[in-house]
């Protein structure tokens, strides 16, 4: 087959190790491989980037793609994806993880992609029963159905446990050189690694999407609980996953940073709301959302020098700024740990 007649293939690269090796495998068999990789705003990667941990280092499925040598498309979703979340046809996994109906939700702007630019199918890096919501069998059925690519969307690592796609069966994949991995276990994965010379990965074992993790869950069905669906935008969901996160009594949100780069995103973040910061000691930036009132203020500086250098001193000064008045300085008794840690949502 000359090169004008190769199979052209889009492939779901997240950056992770299942991925990366999926694209590999392709690689091997002589396919021109597209990598695809979609912003949903609720990737680590993301909120890392958006907080200023890692300001200097590439995302993960940008090291991939230039390792492997493929061409990467990089497309934001993130504001199709919010409905998705608050409301999945396939319900949640074990936190508020959208898992069956994101991979349907991804595969269909894949197979989009591929129809518009003349590719043939679709692969991912899905290993059958490694995620309980959206890996095991049914799920996987359920998800190439409900995507539109019946025949034509291929899992490379577990092929030989699933039925034939039409790429195997056309010859344009071969199915003897695909694989037969299952379960959590990353052993097979980490050896085909080092078989293909694949040295820089993420921790295979970590999952890459936030709504998974139970603190930030718990975050999320908090804010939906007072703010309200309505009220869930991509700032918020960023905001969701920074900082010290406590609820007053009067049900307005105080978010506290924990460390510098953390601070200056509360700073910068672009939600509207009052900063306080203290005057005198090392201390967080504390974000109040929206219009608090005077003593939700109070509130919010007692808290802010709680967790200041200066929590053991009688008083502590702390500067107000954005309520719509001129900057003050309040000087508060602060918080103690425990009064803190019941408000913490």
Known sequence: ???????????????????????????????????????????????NRVAGREPSRPYDAERAAAMLGVPLE????????????????YGYGSGMNPCVDCRIFLLRKAKAWMEAHGHH???????????PKSQMRPSLNTVERESGLRGYLLRPLSAKLLRPTVPEQRGWVNREKLYEISGRGRKEQIRLAEQFGITDYPQPSGGCCYLIDQTYSRRLRDFLAHEGPEALTPEQVQLLAVGRHLRLLSGHKVIVGRHERENAYLATCGVEGVLLTTVDHPGP???VPGGPAREEIELAARITAGYSDGKEEPAVRVEVRGDGEPVKVLTVAPMVREEMQALMV
């Open 285 to 287: 930036t504390t974000l």
């Open 1 to 47: 087959m000359d090169d004008k007649e190769r199979i052209k293939a889009v492939g779901l690269l997240s950056g992770g190790l299942d991925s990366t090796l999926a694209i590999k495998i392709m690689l091997e068999q002589g396919i021109r491989v597209t990598a695809l990789h979609f912003r949903t705003g609720f990737s680590f990667v993301e909120r």
């Open 74 to 89: 990089v497309i934001d979703v993130s504001d199709e994806y919010l409905p998705l979340v608050l409301h999945p046809r």
């Open 121 to 131: 199918f679709v692969f991912t890096g899905e290993v059958l029963g490694q995620r």
